[in-house]
């Protein structure tokens, strides 16, 4: 055994600095956390922030006007941003992790291409839809 | 006759549905999306008119029990994977239940109202 392997020491606990500053996730990791994290976002609070806007926007012209100029708020935008960013993040990822299963780039290579592809497509998508919004 | 706690198929049934309501809301959004962003925006009468067709009640509501099936998958594996003590998890499992529900029914209300 090298001196260098022997000195670490075992076994390695986790806390928050280790988490922080001294483990480096590889980019799907980062393609997988930020797939749970946006997942979660999109249940809660995003699915009941369009429900209440859905609902209102359909009960009647005023209250359509009125959701209207709420989505015209610069807080609410932003808001609508990071919802964007979520679905398409959510779903780029998803559609990655439908083609692993599929046994479709497994390998290490195209494995980290496809995570930088799906950060940089649903990056892409949150820019088009934001500048839409604006 | 012997039961084992462990062993394959457990997660089988979760596993699929996960991945087959993602499909249909994948879809679903595509289509969405597409028919919404080609125009210039969208008045009252256009937006009532679309959420009044059959089909498209129909497609929303197949999209909202996609949502809450899937959704329930995902939220469980992540409280399984983070909250250690049963009695928390348990109770954030519930209230996930509840929030689900609570969506379920309000989308119907929205949609057929």
Known sequence: MSSAAAKKLRPKYLNLRALLFEIRLPLPGWISILHRVSGALLVFPFAAWLLYMLDHSLASEQSFQAVSAYLDLPLVKAGVLLFVWAYCHHLCAGVRFLLLDLNRGIELVPARRSSLAVLVVSLALTAFFGARLW | ?113
């Open chain 2, 1 to 113: 006759m012997t039961r084992t706690v462990v062993g394959a198929h457990y997660g089988m049934r979760d596993w699929l549905a996960q991945r087959l309501t993602a499909v249909v809301m994948a879809v679903y959004s595509l289509v969405l999306a597409v028919a919404l962003m080609r125009g210039e925006p969208i008045a009252y009468p256009v937006w009532r008119d679309l959420f009044a067709q059959g089909w498209m009640r129909v497609a929303t509501l197949v999209f909202a029990v996609s949502l809450v099936w899937h959704a329930w998958v995902g939220a469980r594996d992540i409280l399984m994977d983070y909250v250690k003590p049963d009695g928390l998890r348990l109770a954030l499992q519930v209230l996930t239940l509840l929030l689900l529900a609570t969506y379920m029914a309000w989308t119907i209300q929205v949609l057929w109202r």
